[in-house]
């Protein structure tokens, strides 16, 4: 029987169910499979397997389409005890529960594909920044997480995956004395300050296809847990990855990126498994992305230090 895959959840799950959902079609060729996603459908736009197979959750008639008559599959990594205790990593998850295997070393890296239009108007604008700003480099700074909000006129994000709002300007101001520093975030969360970054939300609408073309474009990508890590992994960009509440094998990809932490242990939030233990965890993690101003010139080193090593003599 056909089956239906639900991907719920944010924007790097959709990405980290790629590679699972790549391998079901290699096992299983015949099976018409669909896969419904909550608002991220546009991930898989030009994918030569999942393009046509995905739709919006949103869509009317999904019911009657897709799922009253093929077996319904709704992967959720969270509840999975080899995920919660750091042995598989969410990519790995998700091959456990789609392909129902403990085999992860078939899994490839998340596909994402560019049209080629896509890619040469970001190609055009960023050189065209690039020349504005009289910088040879180019470093995609994605400062805050999903969770990131505003409270009393100032964002803050309680699942303690962000940077702190003066953190984020500091690092970018130092970055951008010889990088060109794009800062990939909402415009309502642009520090007042920043006047050193180039800013696209300031110019162009964007969306998720936007930051795909940036980050394939950029030379090295510095950020925290969220989406941006994920596509970064997919078009093989170097990068660091600030880490907070979260883990580095659960969430990202230890052989592929540096990490950069403030010292403190993170502990583990239950998220879709324990509300009140989740709260709990969110408040033990509290001052998990804290810096003090010596080790944010730490990090300013290591992404240079890591810059230094990116040739882009090719890149015309």
Known sequence: MNKTFIINGGAGRVISAIPALE?????????????????WESLYWSHPILQNRTFSILQKGLFDTFIKNNDLIVPEPYDRRSYYTQQKSLAET???IINQTNFHDDLTTPTLCLQKQEKLSIKKIINDKKQVFNKRKVIVFQPYGSGIAISNNRPIDITCRSLDVDDYLKVVEKLSVDNLVIFFGPKEFIHPGDSFSWKPTEEFETDLRFWMSCINEC?????VDSVGQHIARSFNKKGTVIMGSTFEKNVSYPQHFKFFRNGLTPTYDPIRISSVD??????????????????????????????NKVDNSWNW
């Open 219 to 223: 030379d090295y990508f510095l950020g």
């Open 23 to 39: 391998k079901f079609h290699r096992k299983n060729p015949e099976n018409d499979f669909k896969v419904l996603v909550y608002g």
């Open 94 to 96: 998700f091959d456990e």
């Open 278 to 307: 989740c709260e709990f965890s969110q408040r033990s993690n509290d001052n998990l992305m804290d810096f003090n101003d010596n080790q944010l010139h730490n990090l300013c080193s290591l992404v240079e230090s890591e810059l």
